[in-house]
């Protein structure tokens, strides 16, 4: 459809030139040091570090995470859904399942190709029925199969490199601020301020880049899932109140958080409105025959329950 070729092409375009502004940044703080010189050495560096950087093995991501693999057996119909979104995404390979038991209602994709794993936690498979789960896990299919894993990493070293840069150049600047006062030079304001606010300009660029992979996750997750609905019901229901009871009881009033140039994630509410327009778009009014049937506790339909044994590692 226009509406979400439109947009998939703006999110593109909008990837790409904040992925050149991190690089434009990581040169801009060489050439301040070093002239061309530093330009070429830092460009030279970032290439060597993006291309031979040792990738974390995929078990270890999943173990500090607190992950623990999901079998067919124990998860057949949520096996099933990834199975059947990984081959509507055009993924080479089915992603891993894994399952964090924990009551916090989240999901996330990583590693890299050709190794992709998918986690939820015990406390989403519990919140959302089988349609809007459905519609998250398009949502983390879309991640994979844009390859937004990769991306992310990539401005990350743009960034880091930047700032390990700046920080070098601002221990020079230390170093030589006695000269600078006792030889009566004029302190250069320029670059001192240059060498602060740059580092902190990178840290606002992966941050936009970060949303607006969030945004195409959420295009994704609507050309794959059919349902654009599913998932904007799905992320105002995560959005609620999640604390306990007893807090909200002592604390009924939750303070609304207002928008950052340092989040990572969009506003649920735009992302809402983004997901309706879509939906409007496909003219759905009504849940689409593909969608699972909804309305059953995800605890009862998707995890046959595992009996839990000594240090929380569960076994059949």
Do not use: C
């Amino acid at each position: 459809m226009a509406t979400f070729s439109r947009d998939h092409h703006r999110h593109f375009w909008t990837t790409l030139a904040l992925l050149a502004s991190l690089f434009l940044l990581l040169t801009a703080v060489a050439w301040f040091l070093a002239g061309a010189f530093g330009v070429v050495l830092t460009s030279l560096l970032a290439l060597v570090t993006l291309f031979f950087a040792p990738r974390v093995p995929l078990a270890v991501t999943m173990r500090a995470a607190g992950a623990l693999p999901l079998t067919p057996d124990q998860a057949p119909v949520l096996f099933a859904t990834v199975r059947e979104l990984a081959a509507k995404a055009g993924l080479a390979r089915v992603p891993h399942l894994f399952l964090i038991p924990r009551p916090e209602r989240n999901a996330f994709a990583a590693g890299r190709d050709p190794e992709f794993a998918l986690a939820v936690t015990e406390g989403l498979l519990r919140s959302l029925d089988r349609r809007r789960l459905r519609a998250v896990i398009a949502h983390e299919i879309s991640h994979i199969a844009h390859r937004d894993t990769e991306t992310m990493a990539t401005a990350l070293v743009l960034n880091r490199l930047t700032a390990v840069t700046a920080g070098f150049g601002q221990f020079l600047f230390v170093l030589s601020l006695p000269l600078w006062l006792f030889a009566d030079m004029v302190v250069p304001l320029p670059l001192i301020a240059a060498l602060v606010l740059i580092p902190m300009l990178g840290d606002v660029l992966v941050s936009a880049l970060s949303r607006t992979r969030e945004f195409d996750a959420d295009l994704g997750a609507a050309r794959l899932s059919g349902d654009p609905l599913a998932l904007a019901e799905a992320l105002r229901l995560l959005a609620q109140d999640a604390r306990p009871f007893w807090l909200r009881l002592l604390f009924p009033y939750q303070r609304r958080r207002r928008s950052s140039w340092l989040d990572t994630h969009p506003m649920v509410e735009e992302r809402i409105a983004r997901l309706t327009a879509y939906a409007r778009a496909m003219h759905q009014g009504t849940q689409p025959e593909t969608a699972p049937v909804a309305n059953r506790a995800m605890s009862q339909v998707y995890l046959a329950r595992p009996r839990w044994a000594e240090y929380g590692v569960f076994q059949r």
